[in-house]
């Protein structure tokens, strides 16, 4: 271990010096949870990051696959100490480390998804995500024969939880009777575990799995059986051309050109998006042939309705006990939603 | 025709080993700069920033110090228990259950002084992490189930209590529903030293390793750790009381895997959330065999492994490398240092003759 030193003594010796990025330029960096392949959460942000990159004086990079928690502070702490001046994070367990590295680097701007928090240099932002899972809900509700619609879920936490809610409200809206089943996989990104996870819900019988993961393991498992799938996070038809039938997707290019666009001007400020349809960061992917047109029909006259301000956590909504959680007529708060912790009658399986 | 035997070295090879160990960690680095090469990065800039990234800096040492505590201690309690070849794959349920006892304290005397709740904290996190290798040791003396099976299944239970938990009953009730438990107050922190980065728990790895030392090699109990792990049979003929030894070491090192909870909880996290769980446990195996169970070594190797991880993040930030270079060159310095260990023990010999059999 001693001549390991000094080896790395020699190779520092050396010394060569890495480029700096130009102090002209605005330098944006983007933290990821999983590897920004496999059409998953972290691609969908990728491919906003690269709707930056063609913006003139904006130099953007990444690092990708950083655990919540410790990890994520270092990364993010690195990039502030090298210069970055915006700096977006994309997973819930990075904001308390985000916090405490933007108290310590005031002249930086800081971004949060899917949090809560803020402080004076720190936004947080997420999409109304749940909107267009409602519209996926429609198309598998339509679409299943068995009734019984699987969905491998990531953690349960009320992101998910909601997206659940929501996609089972849009099934229920097609066909009554449908019932959702759920599966936690305690992961975000691990293609193996999710494809198991989506076989276990093909073995009691659904014939539509939906998904709230990174890769596109469930999609396989629905293609191999040969049943039908909805996807997640972006077009994830290439993974399973004869099962998929759509998928809830995000599309943050928009958003994250118009944060940058704002710091550059100074006239941004520290506060909490929650854009949804109407905005375009959140949308469907183009429905299969294989989904009828009336069908079709349905889902794009909801959508245009929701854009125009319908509401997607409209009561009565009843938990699974059937207690009455949302009265008839009024729709759900914010904050509600934000911390939504269980399940509408219709899905089966637990919030814990 | 000449014939090549491997023969093992009737000496050790002293200060060669280290010139093995070189040659393997250049072998490896070789291997990384083809991979970087292949990737289309230019490989002396890749290894250049990737060292700069580990260890380059004071951040740099700093960062690496900072993620190299958790890996030291758990090693520290993995390669106690193979001293006495006990096969503890348990650390990180220990770990886990470490910063659930340390937790459970932390929330439960909210308005204690540090002086009260850290060292409460310590005990519990000691008793629940040590309770944990205990289960498997105590049946492996009573039951003579293997303690490799036992010990790595445990993990799983482990991970699942701190999950309900978090989940559960500890749950913030401001947090929207996000599995964590509310931040401890200020007593429960471990702090940092002055106006450095660093946070009391370097010291409390200092003060770890050096009475693991002194425990192992002076000791009576440390040599009768020693002389069992040599060789169970005689130590038992001598006397020396095997179940009991095997249980205390279990529970020993499930302790300092569990202070590894502790502190990453308290100090660096400062409450208890599932991510708490990053894999320490089982990198701390890997440490412990490349730094042969030495205290010492151990703190370089942890310190080392620390850096590479470290540094692979300023890579794929300064050249955009893919994040499974890091997990790649990881290997390859594994391999290749393990590797030359054959060397360092054993010798080649090309002889001109065939031996006949």
């Known amino acids: ?352 | 025709m000449p014939l090549i035997r491997v023969v093992k070295r009737q000496e050790p090879l002293g200060w060669g080993s280290c010139l093995v160990l070189a040659a393997a960690i250049g072998l490896s680095l070789l291997l990384s700069g083809i991979v970087l090469y292949i990737g289309g990065t230019s490989p002396i800039e890749g290894i250049v920033v990737l060292f700069k990234g580990a260890f380059g800096n004071r951040y740099a040492l700093e960062d690496a110090i900072i993620k190299a505590t958790p890996i030291f201690l758990c090693s520290l309690g993995v390669a106690l228990a193979f001293k006495l070849q006990v096969w503890n794959i348990g650390a990180e349920g220990q770990f886990a259950l470490g910063a659930v006892g340390a937790t459970w304290v932390a929330l439960s005397l909210p308005e204690s002084p540090s002086y009260v709740v850290l060292p409460l904290m310590i005990i519990m996190a000691a008793v629940a992490g040590g309770l944990w290798g205990l289960i498997p040791a105590v049946l492996r003396q009573k039951l003579k189930t293997n303690e490799i099976i036992v010990t790595l299944m445990m993990n799983y239970i482990a991970i699942l209590i701190l999950d309900y938990l978090v989940y559960g009953i500890w749950k913030d009730p401001a947090s929207f529903g996000f599995p964590m438990t509310p931040e401890f107050s200020e007593a429960a922190i471990v702090g940092k030293i002055g106006s450095t980065n660093y946070s009391w728990g370097l010291v409390h790895c200092l003060v770890l390793g050096v009475s693991f030392w002194v425990f192992l090699k002076y000791s009576r109990l440390g040599y009768e750790i020693k002389a069992s792990g040599d060789n169970v049979r005689a130590a038992k003929y001598a006397g020396i009381p095997y179940d009991r030894l095997v249980m205390l070491v279990m529970v020993l090192s499930g302790a300092l895997a569990a202070w590894a909870g502790f502190l990453e909880a308290s100090s660096t996290i400062n409450r208890l959330q599932p991510s708490i769980m990053a894999g320490y446990g089982y990198t701390a195996i890997v440490v412990a065999w490349l730094a042969r169970l030495n205290p010492f070594y151990i703190g370089v190797a942890s310190f080392m492994l620390a850096g590479l991880r470290v540094g692979v993040e300023g890579l794929q930030l300064d050249l955009q490398v893919p994040a499974a270079f890091g997990g790649i060159i990881e290997g390859l310095l594994l391999l290749t240092v393990l590797a030359g260990g054959l060397f360092t023990s054993y010798r080649i010999v090309v002889t001109r003759k065939a031996h006949e059999h």
């Open chain 1, 1 to 352: 271990m001693r001549l390991s030193k000094i080896l790395t003594t020699a190779l520092l010796a050396i010394g060569l010096c890495v480029s700096q990025a130009s102090a002209e330029d605005m330098n944006v960096g983007f933290v990821y949870v999983s590897p920004i392949g496999d059409a998953g959460w972290s691609f969908a942000h990728d491919k906003g990051r690269l709707e930056l990159e063609k913006m003139d004086g904006v130099k953007t990079s990444y690092v990708e696959a950083v655990a919540e928690g410790p990890d994520s502070e270092r990364v993010m702490l690195n990039m502030a100490r090298k210069g970055y001046d915006v700096i977006f994070a994309t997973s819930f367990g990075y904001m308390d480390p985000m916090l405490k590295v933007a108290k310590q680097f005031p002249d930086t701007t800081f971004m949060h998804c899917s949090g809560f928090k803020t402080a004076d240099n720190m936004g947080n932002y997420f999409g109304r995500m749940y909107q267009a899972r409602y519209l996926s809900g429609m198309v598998a509700g339509a679409m299943t024969k068995s009734n019984t619609i699987g969905y491998v879920a990531a953690f349960p936490i009320p992101e998910v939880i909601r997206g659940i809610n929501a996609f089972t409200l849009g099934a229920q809206s097609m066909n009554p009777e449908v019932t959702v089943r759920v599966v936690w996989t305690k992961t975000w990104y691990d293609p193996a575990t999710e494809k198991e996870a989506a076989k276990s819900l093909l073995d009691v019988g659904a014939d539509v799995i939906a998904q709230h993961q990174d890769s596109p393991g469930p999609q396989e498992a629905a293609e191999e059986k040969g049943v039908y799938s909805v996807g997640y996070n972006s077009d994830m038809s290439q993974f399973a051309p004869k099962a998929h039938l759509t998928a809830p997707i995000w599309n943050w290019g928009p958003f994250y050109v118009d944060t940058v666009n704002k710091v550059k001007e100074g006239t941004w400020k520290a506060e909490a998006h929650w854009p949804g349809l109407a905005d375009g960061i959140v949308d469907l992917a183009p429905m299969s042939d294989m989904v009828p047109k009336e069908v079709q029909d349905k889902v794009m006259a909801k959508k245009e309705a929701i854009i125009g301000g319908e509401k997607v956590f409209m009561g009565p909504i009843k938990d699974q006990t059937g207690a009455e959680k949302v009265a008839a007529g009024t729709a759900m708060s914010d904050p509600d939603m934000l911390g939504m912790t269980w399940f509408i009658q219709g899905v089966i399986g637990t919030t814990e």
